[in-house]
Structure formats: C-alpha cells, structure tokens
C-alpha cells in the first residue's frame, strides 16, 4: 500500500511536507489529465465510422431510437409518454411511451435541447450520432473510479485506458450506433462504483446517489436485472463469508427500497419491479440482510449464553415462517407459465431454450452462443489478463474485489449464452486486466528499482522522504493516499523504463521478499509493454475495420483501388419516401421495420421490437406462400408495397433469401400448414434447379428473381454461387414498381383487385379448386 | 429581318450571368443602359471580347444617377401618352424555341408612329394563360442602320392596359427616345414561359418518349395593328405529331411557319396547338430554399435546400430496372439521372446530402474560372417522382463582399438556382447577415418580394438579421447578380470569443472559489 511513495518527483524536492503536498497536486493533476486524454481516445477511436463513411445513423434498432429522439424533440415529453405509433405494426399499433426504455432517448433530447437553447444549432442526427462516444468517455472515468476503489487509482487508470478502446464495446458505441447500449454500460459501472463506493464509506449520500444510478440504468437497458441480481448476490457472499457490516447494510437495503421504487416509475418497467422473477432475489436478500442485522445486533446486546437460547427459539419460529413464505412464493411462481421469466431471462439460464420454444429469439444472430473467436475478436489480450486479475483480487480479498471476482464470474456465464452479452463481460475484463496490469508493472518496476543501487541518487532525501511518507500514510487521510497512488500509476503505464533510469529506489524491507531477478523483471515489463501495444493495434483495428460500418451504406474496393459504393437501401427508402402517398402501407421482412419507418416514413406491419410473435408469423407465412395466397394475405392487412431485400446481383449475402428459413420456421409455427421440410431437399436449404417446387413457387422466391434471368442471360446468383431453379416467369398479382442500382432492394406493388366481370368469365374455369382453397384459407389467414 | 441578330440578343442574354463579378460589371448592370457596339459586324469573335467592350464603353458613360433621371422624366412622359393608339406595327417577327423545358420566345417589331404626338412608350400584351407563366420579359430597341446597328436595354414594367379584352395582360416598354411622328424604330423582345407544355398522353409507360402540347396563338397578341407578321416555332425533333394551320401555314424539318399574315386588327387572336415530342428532362425546382450566411470571419456559407420533381408525363405502373440498365436509349428517354450545378470559382467543403445521409453519386471539377458539381439523385426521376436534397458549400468572402464608397458593406452575389437547366418554381434566398449588423436593403433588377426575420445561430444573443428575398417562376436567365447592402461594426466580431473566454475564466474562477472555501457545516 505504501509502495507508491518510492516514487520521488526530483532533484527539486525540498523538505517534507510542502514537497509532499505540491507532489500530491500534481500527481492530481496529471492523474486528471491522463483521465482526460483516455477519455479523448475513448471518444476519438469511435469516430472511424463517420471519417470513413459519414455522419449517419448505423444499423436497424438505433434507428428507431432516432426516430422516437426526433418525435420527443419536436412534441415534447408529455407528447412523448403518451405516444401511440400507427405508423408500425399495423394495424396494432404500438404504444412507444410505454414500450421503450427512455433512457438514452431522454439523454440524447436532453443534450440537444441544452444544446439548442445556448444558440448552437446541432440537428438531432448529430447529437444522436455522437452520444455514444460521449457516453463511452463517461463509461471509461466510471471504470476507472470503480478500479479505484477496488486497487488504487494505477489499477484505475489502466482499467480505464482499457475500457476506452476495449473492441466489444466498440462494437456497440461508435459514432452513429446509437442503441440502448452505448449508455447503459456507462450506467452499469457508475452504479457498480457507487454501491462499491458506499459499501467502502458507508456513506448514506452515495448510497441514494446509487440508488439515482440504478434508476438511469433502469430507464437504459433492460439488462438492469443484471445489476439486481449481481448485488444481492454479492450482499449473500458477505454474509455467508462472514463479512457483515453495516456498510454493507447502507449499501444495499436503500438501494433496494429506493431503486425498486424508482424502477417502477419506469413504464415499461412499471409492477415488473416487483412481480417478475427476475427482481426476486434481491427482496429474499433483503429479508436476509434484515435478519442477520437483527442477529447482529440482538448479538451485541445479550450475553454469549442468553444468545445462544434466542438464536434457537428464532430459528425454530423463523425456520417455519420461511417454509410458508417459500411455498407461497413457490405457488405463486408455478401458476405463471413462464415461472414469471420473461423468455430473454429464460434463455439466460437455459441456453437451449429459445431455439426450442422462441424462434424468433433464436433468429437474431446476437442472441447466439459466442464462438472462441469472437471472445478473441471482442476481448483480445484482456481474456489473457482476467486470470491474473482475480489473482491479484484475492491478496487482500476485500468486500470490493469480492464483488469484482463476482462480476466478472457471473458476466463469462453469461456471454457464454449470448454473444450480445459479451458487451456485460467487457467492463469486467478490463476492470480486471487493469488490476493485473498494474499490479504486474508494481511489482516489476520494484524489483527492477530495488535492484538499481548505482542509480539511486541521494538516498539520504530519498529515504527521508520514504519516512515521512510512511508516517503520513497511517494518518489515513484518503487525499494524500489517491494522490500519492496516482504517481506511479502514470509510471506504471508510461514511463516503465524512463523510471529505471531517472527515479532513486529507497525500499521497505518488507517488499524485499517480492523482489524478482532483475533481468527477469526487465524482460517481463519489455512482454507486458509489447502484449498492451498488441492490444492498442488490434483494438484500433477492430475500431476501424471490423466495427465502423454502418450497415446501411456498403462499399468495396475495385480492383484499381477505387472505392465502390453501394447505397442501395437509403435509394429504396428515399424513393418509397418521396413517391408513394403517405399513408400507404409497406410490407418486409421484421429486420427493415425500423429503418422503413425512420427513414422512409412509411407504415410498416412488423418491425425489429417483435413484441407480436403471430403478427410476424402472418408476414412469414405471406413470404412462403405461392402468389395468390400472399396476395391475399396482404391484401387483407391493406398492405400497398412489398418490399424485399436481394443480393444476388452484388452478392451481399444477408438478404431475404438466406433469411427465408427463419420465415418458414416462425410462419410454421403459429400457422401448420407452412412446413419446413417442403422448402428442403433432402435436407439442404437450396434455389437451384434442384429446390422443390414449394420453394420455386413461394412469393420470396418470385419477388427475389423476378426478371433476375435477363441480366445475364443465365440467371447466376453471386451469393449462393448457384444457377437460380426457376428462370423465366411472370408476376400475377405484383408488379414490380422500383428496383435500387444494384438490385438489392426491390419493391412491388399489389396489383389492384380483379373486376368482377373477368372473375366470372374464369370461374368456369376452376370454380371448384377456388372454392375448395377458400376453406383452407380461412385458417391460414388470421385477419379474414 | 437578318438572323444574325436574334443571335447576337440570344448571346448576350446567356451571358449576362456569367459576367465577372467586379465592380465593373456591377455598375453596368445597375446603370440598366449599356450599348454591345458592333455586335453582330462581327459575328466570329469571341463573346467575351464584346462583352468586355460593352462593359467598358457601358462604365464610362452610364452612371446610376443619369439612369435614374433619365428614367423618371420618361416615366413621366409616358404618363402623358400612355393610352396612345396611334402607333402601329409594321412588320413583327416571332420566334419561339421549344427546344427545352421552357418556351422561350424572341419577337421582333418594326413599330410606328402613325399618330400626332410623339410616342414614348410601347405596349405588349400577353393572354392571361401565357401571364401567369412568364418568367422573364426583356427588350432592347435598335437604332441605326444594318451594320452599326445599336442596341439600347429598355424598363419593361407591368401595366394594366384599360381597353383590353379578355384579361389579357400588358407589359410597357419606356423608350429611351420618344417616338417622333412618322418615325419608325425596331423593338427586341425576350421573353419565356414556364410549365406552357402539357404532356399529353398525361402518363407514359417506360418505353414510351414523352409527347407534350404547346398551345398559343398564330397571331401575335398585340394591343395595336400589325400590318405584317411571321410565327416561327422551332421543336426539339421532327416528330411532331399535329399542329393546327392557320393557312398559310408550312412545316420543315424541325421549323414551323405561321404566315406571313398581313394587316391584322389590334387584338386578334387565333389559337393554334402543336403536339410534339419532347424528352428533354423536365427538371423543376418545386421549391429552391437558398441560404447565404455571411461570416466575417472569411467565409460565405451556402446552403441549398432542394424540392426536385420531374414536370413531364407522369410514370404509369412498372418501373424495370433491367429495361433501364440494359436498353438506355429505348427506355425512359424523358427520365434523367444527373444535373449539373454551376457554382463559383474557389468554392470548397462542398456537400451533397438528403435528410436521410450523404449521397455518394456526385463529383465535383473546379478550375480558376467556375465549379461544377456534377450531382446525381439516389434514383433516376421519371415523370412525377420527386426528391429531395442539399447541397451546401463554403466560399472566400473577399471574392463576394465589398466595401461601398459610402463605408457600407454590399455582398454581391449570383440570384438564381444555380442547377442548369431548371425552372425554380418558387425560390426563397435568405441572406443571413452577421450579428450586429444595421439597415440592409437589397439591389435586385428585377422585382422579387422582401422581409425581414432573425435567425439565433452559434452563441448569438440578439440574433442575426435575415434578408428574405421571395421570388416565383426563376429561370436560368435570373442567374444574375444582385446586392445587399449593410452597415456593420466590426466591433461585433470580438463578441462571441469574449463570450467564451469569460466563460472558461469564470468557470476556473469558480473552481478556484470553491477549492478554497469551506462550506462544511461541521467545523473539525
């Protein structure tokens, strides 16, 4: 602990204490401007995305937190609460205000309107595009002050200098990703710090701050529960290690009472608070907590023999409360299908669950188990440094790093379920590789100190200072302590061998004993160095190649170096915005809901919030239909335009087609009559001549190759690297109305309804097989 | 009538834009009198030598001042003698060019005057129809003999004709020289029409070109007598799939010929209508919001505010894009997929973007002389379909904003939609003025609707004065220049740094406060 105080500023130095103070000052001050360069690059390594493409919104969902942002900027917060969206999921509806966790879109309105009203005319796209580094900024200093609590401010900083360029979170913060994300991970570990920080003070200031952190998480992301189950967890670990404490009780009992209250001012949170599963073992912990203060306290009071005759009398009494109250709970429980789970929860402690009973939680590629790679891709280095970390949490295991070994424990489980939850798993990694690292670079850059007796240079001043420091440090004043520690964590990260050469090494002896060999220190700093710049390549890599682009906007790279791109979709969505009447209704597939109505205005059926599993199921089923009956499917849901995704020209391989089977599996399975196996041969999921003739004949099949044949001549399609089954045919009931440059948007229009007086002249043809569809037809369309 | 000289007009009218933008030039368009001396005596030369002579012969004997006199004593002449009818036409000559999106259409008239008095101005009259569509009506009288004829700009004003049938609306020529009796002068009038072709069929199908009416009289519509009169109607192609006679009446090639007529009464009228094919893009400008935001910090910051649709038969049903990319020259002849923006030489941090993000498709080449950004919208427009888009871009102020002799500041800058080939239906120009600055008045030659609004941009307080400048049916014949004239302290420019410098000083002055004060309740 005292270590740090080795570190003297220089041949300046002059006596004790006014030395010791302007030393503190400007170790503060460098420790501040450090923190404020890492939250530069956490900021600046983000905006990859608009210097190599542009200032836009990315992807599919942060354009529906654009387009709820815009709706709040121009109506206002009440306008806001009481939003009902006709424009998506017609004809339900949705209600917005009461679906939608505010958090990041009230942040967001917040910063334009503080923004607008000092006169600085930022449009809502700008301040949307940039939250997400800013909050990753914010999310890097609350890293940091939660490694401070836990190991000091060097293990502070270098958890923050990871956190700010750490891939995962990059992933999900970069300029323009303007998800729910980008500000719950800065909410989560500011919450994290302030429970630490009040389990540390015991504080009742920090407490209710924590339980206002809590709350603006609640409002961010649904992964809160996270935070109310990760707590209580830690409450239990103390109290069964036997490290009861009434910080401990400060720390978590108001952040239970308040918390829960504020939670459930969240609408689309609201009685979950206190109903669902997910919030239950924080209120058992409650009660636990309650009892064992209670034991505590009636310990302190009776005598060991008179305790001894309550604690057997309480446990009896109590023994039979809890079972009642266990098996009322358990009742409870059982009568709700789900066991009062939600499915995301479910599938978080049976990860076989959704791929059994919830296709469509199964179909979005990041609520998939993570492969090996990814956890290299996302984490790199720092899956290397977690284990030391937990390491040096052990010596001392304090009530802090206890729940730092419980974070990162419970979040490797959970990334391990899902790939989207890596993200929960990132802030512990580098919390915890921080702690290694500066641990690591303590004891080697000691060794290495201790044995450079020629370099030391006055030891007499030297080890004056080292007394008066370690006479200060005693005193527990918690400046001095923080400002003394950030010296050399500044050392620790920049300076390793500049050190070597220019600091005289005064020791205590204790520390003698952790001394390494000099050259082994030497080398292994040389390693460390080398593994944090693979890091820093790699992150800055993944920044601005992995993770930058914006999905909306595709480019590659010709063959004489030019750049090529491909801005189909935003053609589409500007054509269907500016050339189809306002009111006109677009059907697609659910993962361009969101963006169909952002950008193109448009009323969409289904959208990426798939809140209605059967509303998705009907869309599906239209998709795998023949002609007629998508026809009439749509028809009947007043639908004007279908619109399809197709990259077979460009080969863009994450079209409507390679989705198709999610579609035929979620129609399958609200509508029997759509079966997987008809859309298979033997097995293989294919569109050559080879493909059965459901599949041929199926509405997605058509709309995708319509006229696909004539631009080549052959009708090869570049993604599935195969001659398409079904070259030349026509269209009956659509018409092709628009089709973007490369073809990877076309739209259709429903041809209007037949006269009557033609259906007549062809009823003789084939009334009977018409009538007998039309029974079938009945249950297949839910809205006749 | 000699040819040589519709062409010698029609140069100089195109021109006139694209004039440099000096002090010279300024005052030559001001003064509203200059002379092209011997213009068509040499048709070979290049355009801009005569355009630098005009301007140099036009800057030593015009002054602003004169012209204004000059223009008050005829406008009070003309009062006197508006309602003269002794003049009558001897010979007028119409030619109408419906070669683009617009009609634009040159008359010459050989006028006399018959009467007792002296004549000072000259009357033209247009159907009401035709009047609500003109954009832009210009004159010139030329005197003197066939080669070294002189031309001499004439005040063309809108009036109320009192004994005209029917509506019809008439326009006043102020003569520099009041017509003697008996004599004779030639009058050169210019003037064009927008949205005067309907497409018929209304809606067309990919494959089909696109067949539009132009609707007009075989006879001029003239408030006096004409004894002898010609109307040429030039088409863009041969296919022309009607036209109605008026015997005489001829067609060749690409030319149709309306008389000659002799000695017709004042206001006859005999409706002709010509069905034509017509695929030059029908580009319009629904809405065109020009922003002009003068920083005196060294930047003048345009932004443009587009509402594009296609004016021409509507799209009807499919729209294949294998038909588009695979046979170009059959399929959507009357569509178009790029326009080209004239901007300013030096021009730099240009965009081109939609509500929705950046647009890829456009390319920019700048030399000394002009800028052209060659822009393409996300899709190609047919008939009917619309977008919209930006486009935005910075320039040096010192190539714009000058200081008048009087110690006011003026910008001098181009009117006009700067997309060649367009009709502005309606175009707005906001002038955004640095804040502090006092008493703008805009130069315009031409008569455009005027108010004033504030606009709060970065860090302002009391709001930067906006000069709104409205203005109907613009044609690329309005890209001309025009000034705004203000008074400005510079004083006003050290505003907003001291705002941010005293903001940051006291911020720290707080944290230095705070730091040493102790607000503790408890003392320990």
Redesign the interface.
């Known amino acids: 602990m005292a270590s740090p105080e080795s570190a003297v500023n220089g041949p300046t130095m002059t006596a004790g204490a006014a030395s010791k103070s302007l030393r503190n000052a400007f170790g503060g001050v460098i420790a501040f401007i450090i923190l404020v360069l890492i939250g530069v690059l956490a900021f600046s390594i983000r905006l990859f995305s608009v210097i190599k493409y542009?200032?836009?919104i990315h992807e599919f969902d942060p354009y529906f937190n654009y387009r709820v942002t815009q709706f709040l900027s121009k109506n206002g917060i009440y306008d806001f609460w009481n939003w009902f969206d006709d424009r998506t999921w017609y004809p339900l509806g949705r209600v917005i205000g009461g679906t939608v966790y505010p958090g990041l879109t009230l942040t967001a309105g917040t910063i334009w309107k503080v923004v607008n009203s000092?006169?600085?005319?930022l449009s809502v796209e700008t301040v949307c595009v940039f939250t997400a580094p800013i909050f990753s900024a914010f999310a890097s200093w609350a890293a940091y002050l939660l490694t401070k609590e836990v190991k000091g401010p060097g293990a502070g900083l270098t958890a923050a200098a990871l956190l700010a360029m750490v891939p995962s979170y990059i992933s999900r913060s970069v300029a323009g990703s303007y998800d729910n994300e980008a500000v719950a991970i800065f909410a989560l570990v500011f919450t994290f710090y302030l429970y630490i920080k009040t389990l540390n003070t015991g504080s009742l200031f920090y407490a209710t701050l924590n339980a206002l952190a809590y709350f603006y998480m609640v409002c961010s992301w649904g992964g809160y529960t996270f935070i109310i189950n990760l707590i209580p967890m830690h409450v239990l670990l103390c109290i069964v290690t036997g490290r009861y404490s009434s910080r401990l009780y400060i720390a978590y009992a108001p952040l239970v009472v308040l918390g829960t209250l504020l939670a459930s001012l969240v609408p689309v949170v609201g009685f979950n608070a206190v109903l669902t599963s997910e919030h239950f073992a924080s209120f058992l912990v409650f009660i636990i907590i309650h009892v064992v203060a209670l034991a505590y306290y009636i310990k302190g009071i009776l005598s060991p023999k008179m305790f001894k005759v309550a604690v057997t009398l309480v446990v009896s009494v109590g023994l039979a409360v809890c079972c009642a109250v266990i098996a009322i709970l358990i009742a409870v429980v059982a009568s709700s299908p789900t066991k009062g789970w939600s499915g995301r929860s479910l599938t978080l402690l049976d990860p076989t669950y959704a791929s059994k009973y919830i296709p469509i939680i199964a179909s979005v590629s990041e609520h998939q188990p993570p492969t090996w790679p990814s956890y290299f891709m996302d984490i790199n280095v720092l899956a290397f440094l977690v284990p030391a970390g937990i390491i040096a949490c052990f010596m001392p295991l304090t009530d802090s790093s206890s729940f730092v070994i419980l974070y990162i424990v419970t979040s490797v489980y959970f990334s391990g379920v899902m790939v989207r939850l890596m993200l929960v798993l990132a802030p512990a990694a580098c919390i915890l590789s921080g702690i290694a690292l500066s641990e690591a670079f303590n004891v080697l850059t000691r060794s290495i100190k201790f044995q450079l007796p020629g370099i030391a240079g006055n030891p007499s001043i030297a080890s004056e200072e080292n007394g008066s420091s370690t006479v200060v440090a005693p005193n527990d004043i918690p400046k001095t302590e923080e400002a003394a520690k950030e010296k050399p964590a500044k050392k620790n990260r920049k300076k390793e061998k500049e050190n070597v050469e220019k600091k005289p090494t005064p020791s205590k002896t204790e520390k003698r004993l952790l001394v390494l060999p000099l050259e082994a220190s030497v080398i292994a700093v040389l390693l460390l160095v080398l593994l944090g710049a693979f890091y820093v390549v790699h992150c800055v890599w993944a920044a601005a190649e992995a993770y930058s682009a914006p999905s909306?906007?595709l480019t590659s790279h010709s063959n004489d170096g030019g750049l090529h791109?491909f801005?189909d979709f935003?053609?589409a969505?500007?054509?269907l915005s500016?050339?189809t009447d306002v009111d006109d209704k677009v059907a697609s597939w659910w993962d361009y809901g969101y963006q169909t109505t952002a950008?193109a205005n448009r009323t969409v059926l289904v959208d990426n919030n798939t809140w209605n599993n059967t509303h998705i199921a009907t869309v599906g089923t239209a998709m795998s239909s023949p002609e007629k009956q998508a026809w009439e499917i749509f028809h009947s849901l007043d639908v004007k335009y279908v619109l399809v995704v197709f990259g077979g020209v460009v080969g863009y391989p994450s079209d409507d087609i390679n989705k198709f089977l999610w579609m035929v599996r979620i129609g399958g399975g609200v509508f029997p009559h759509i079966k997987e196996p008809d859309y298979l041969r033997d097995g293989q999921y294919r569109i050559d001549a080879q493909a059965t003739p459901t599949m041929l004949n199926c509405l997605m099949y058509k709309l995708s190759y319509f006229?696909f044949v004539?631009?080549d001549g052959k009708g090869f399609d570049r993604v599935r690297r195969t001659e398409i089954g079904k070259k030349h045919f026509k269209l009956t009931h659509f018409?092709?109305?628009?089709?973007?440059?490369h073809?990877m948007v076309r739209i259709y229009k429903l041809k209007p309804q037949r006269n009557r007086i033609r259906g007549k002249t062809k009823k003789s043809k084939s009334s009977r097989s018409v009538s007998s569809k039309r029974d079938v037809r009945g249950k297949r369309n839910p809205w006749h | 009538f000699p040819p040589v000289s519709f062409l010698s007009l029609h140069h100089l009218c195109l021109l006139l834009p694209s004039l440099p933008t000096d002090a010279t030039a300024v005052r030559v368009l001001l003064s509203g009198d200059f002379k092209v001396s011997q213009a068509e005596t040499r048709p070979g030369n290049d355009a801009s030598d005569q355009l630098g002579a005009a301007a140099m012969e036009a800057s030593l004997r015009a002054h602003r001042p004169a012209a204004l006199l000059i223009f008050a004593f005829l406008s009070l002449l003309s009062v006197s003698s508006s309602a003269a009818q002794e003049i009558q036409i001897l010979n007028a000559e119409r030619r109408i060019d419906l070669s683009s999106q617009v009609a634009i259409v040159f008359l010459t008239l050989k006028v006399e005057n018959t009467g007792k008095a002296a004549a000072s101005d000259v009357l033209l009259a247009f159907p009401p129809t035709e009047a609500e569509h003109l954009a832009e009506v210009k004159a010139q009288a030329a005197s003197g003999k066939k080669r070294k004829k002189t031309y001499a700009h004439l005040i063309v004003e809108p009036t109320d004709v009192p004994d005209a049938p029917n509506g019809a609306k008439g326009f006043r020529l102020a003569l520099h020289n009041p017509l003697s009796p008996g004599e004779t002068t030639t009058i050169e009038v210019l003037y064009m029409l927008t949205h005067s072709m309907e497409p018929f069929p209304a809606e067309i199908s990919q494959s089909d070109p696109q067949l539009v009416y132009y609707r007009d009289s075989a006879y001029i519509l003239s408030p006096y007598r004409i004894k002898q009169q010609t109307t040429f109607i030039k088409t863009p192609s041969t296919n022309v799939q009607s036209f109605s006679r008026v015997e005489p009446t001829n067609r060749a090639g690409m030319e149709l010929k309306y008389g000659p007529y002799e000695d017709l009464p004042a206001y006859s009228y005999s409706p002709v209508l010509v069905h034509f094919e017509n695929n030059n893009p029908f580009a319009v400008v629904e809405e065109l919001v020009r922003e002009v935001e003068i920083s005196h910090w060294g930047n003048l910051q345009i932004t443009e505010h587009y509402t594009l649709a296609h004016g021409g038969a509507k799209l009807k049903?499919?729209?294949?894009?294998?038909d588009y990319?695979?046979r170009p020259s059959a399929s959507g002849v009357s569509s178009f997929k790029n326009l080209l923006a004239r901007l300013p030489p030096r021009v730099h941090s240009v965009y081109y973007r939609?509500e929705?993000?950046?647009?890829?498709?456009s390319r920019l080449r700048t030399d000394s002389r002009k800028s052209e950004l060659e822009i393409e919208p996300?899709?190609p427009l047919f008939g009917?379909?619309?977008?919209?888009f930006i486009i935005g871009y910075g320039l040096p102020l010192e190539d714009f904003l000058f200081e008048s002799t009087d110690g006011k500041r003026y910008l001098n800058f181009t009117f006009g939609c700067p997309l060649s080939g367009t009709v502005v239906d309606k175009l707005t120009l906001k002038v955004v003025l640095p804040e502090g600055s006092k008493d703008p008045s805009a130069v315009i030659p031409f008569p455009v609707e005027e108010h004033m609004e504030t606009k709060?941009?970065?860090?302002?307080?009391v709001g930067r004065p906006v000069l709104v400048l409205e203005k109907k049916n613009v044609v690329p014949e309005h890209n001309i220049p025009f000034q705004v004239y203000y008074t400005f302290n510079p004083i006003f420019m050290l505003a907003e740094p001291l705002m941010l410098v005293s903001t940051v000083f006291f911020l720290f002055a707080s944290c230095v406060a705070y730091l040493h004060i102790d607000i503790s309740i408890r003392k320990g």
């Open positions: 542009e200032s836009v000092l006169n600085i005319p909306i906007v791109v801005d935003r053609e969505y500007s054509w500016h050339n950008m006229r004539e631009t018409e092709e109305v628009f089709t973007t440059h073809w | 049903g499919v729209f294949s894009r294998v990319q695979s939609d929705i993000g950046n647009i890829s498709s996300r899709y009917g379909w619309k977008s919209t709060y941009s970065y860090l302002d307080v």
